[in-house]
């Protein structure tokens, strides 16, 4: 096949240019580098560019025969949506529109798009399967809702279809250590807990002990980027020999805590590190653990990682790098 992926130079991006490339499939990244970086893109033809860029994209799609697009490129930082809302909406949404009309002109009808488990909101059960209510509280959900909302109506009218798989917390890296993941700032919870492991961060910081769980902590649910690439890629494949469109939820099938993440990011360092007991935050539900059985159901989806030693030593393997990078620098 031959695929534009955008937002190819961030994390999930970069790691899906690399297993569509050594699947033996064309690949082209476009990418403005506004969180990606260049050098993540290592693997077939890069451009660097916007998807509001109306005249690029027409030129793209007319040079190129893609088979599909997949959406990597919306912003995703949830704190950062409330205090910017315009912003998410602008690019999470009126860009996306931007790229779907681009497609639709030139008549490509597969996109994968990279939506999220916040569409959900605060759960009412748990796991979360595909029949949950989706009420999001936040922009960052809306805006991606949003999104899968235009996708059915595109589907409707223009016979574009569309695979959204839906997900909670991306983690690990590049089994092969080629690829990691790096974000400024970073939000994300297990290169927070590795940096504090290898000493770029002081400390590490709990929110809330007292929850209903088995040990009081968080129960959140982790997927390894490959696992989630592999989806992305079935997703994919299942449009282009011609399946319906559909909206999957992805999970590894069970939540850990976030004191189990800690202890088993010790056992696999074998550093000590400091972890301070902060209170609650607002909005930070007990549970979030995803059912993934329609997705393996209907795409024969199994996750190969599903364990957290492994996720985290992958993750680990990169932030040694990163730790080495930064010292040197």
């Known amino acids: 096949m031959k695929v534009l992926v955008v937002g190819g ?73 409330v205090e910017k809302p315009s912003m998410y909406y602008r690019n999470n949404v009126s860009n996306t529109q931007v790229l779907l009309d681009a497609m639709v002109e030139h008549g490509v009808k597969c996109f994968i798009f990279s939506s999220t488990a916040a569409t959900f909101g605060e759960p009412e059960y748990t796991p979360i399967d595909e029949a949950h209510p989706q009420k999001p509280i936040n922009p960052y959900g809306h805006s991606k809702l949003m999104v899968e909302q235009i996708l059915a109506d595109f589907d409707q009218a223009y016979a574009l279809k569309s695979v959204s798989l839906r997900y909670f917390n991306a983690a690990g890296a590049d089994p092969e250590g080629e690829l990691g993941e790096r974000h400024i700032p970073e939000t994300h919870l297990i290169p927070l807990v590795l940096q504090a492991a290898s000493g770029r961060r002081e400390n590490i910081t709990v929110f809330g002990t007292d929850y209903d769980t088995p040990d009081g902590t968080c129960i959140r649910d982790y997927i390894h980027i ?69 997705l393996q159901k209907e795409l024969g989806w199994m996750p190969e990682y599903a364990n957290l030693e492994m996720i985290i030593r992958h993750a680990w393997e990169w932030e040694k790098k990163s730790s080495e990078w930064s010292r040197k620098s």
């Open 9 to 81: 130079a961030g994390y999930i991006g970069s790691h899906m240019v690399k297993m569509l490339s050594k699947a033996g499939h064309d690949v082209t990244t476009l990418d403005n580098l506004s969180n990606g970086y260049k050098n993540a893109v290592k693997y077939g033809e890069f451009i660097e560019g916007d998807i509001a860029d109306e005249a690029l994209l027409n030129r793209l799609f007319s040079e190129n025969l893609f088979d599909g697009v997949m959406h990597f490129a919306s912003y995703i930082q949830v704190g950062e949506s």
């Open 226 to 294: 490959n696992d989630l690439c592999t989806a992305h890629l079935l997703g994919l494949e299942h449009l282009v020999a011609g399946g319906d469109s559909r909206a999957y939820n992805m999970g590894n099938g069970q939540g850990y805590s976030i004191k189990e993440l800690i202890d088993v990011a010790k056992q696999v360092t074998g550093n000590d590190f400091t972890v301070l007991m902060g209170e609650r935050r607002d909005g930070d539900p007990a549970r979030l653990v995803a059912d993934a059985s329609l």
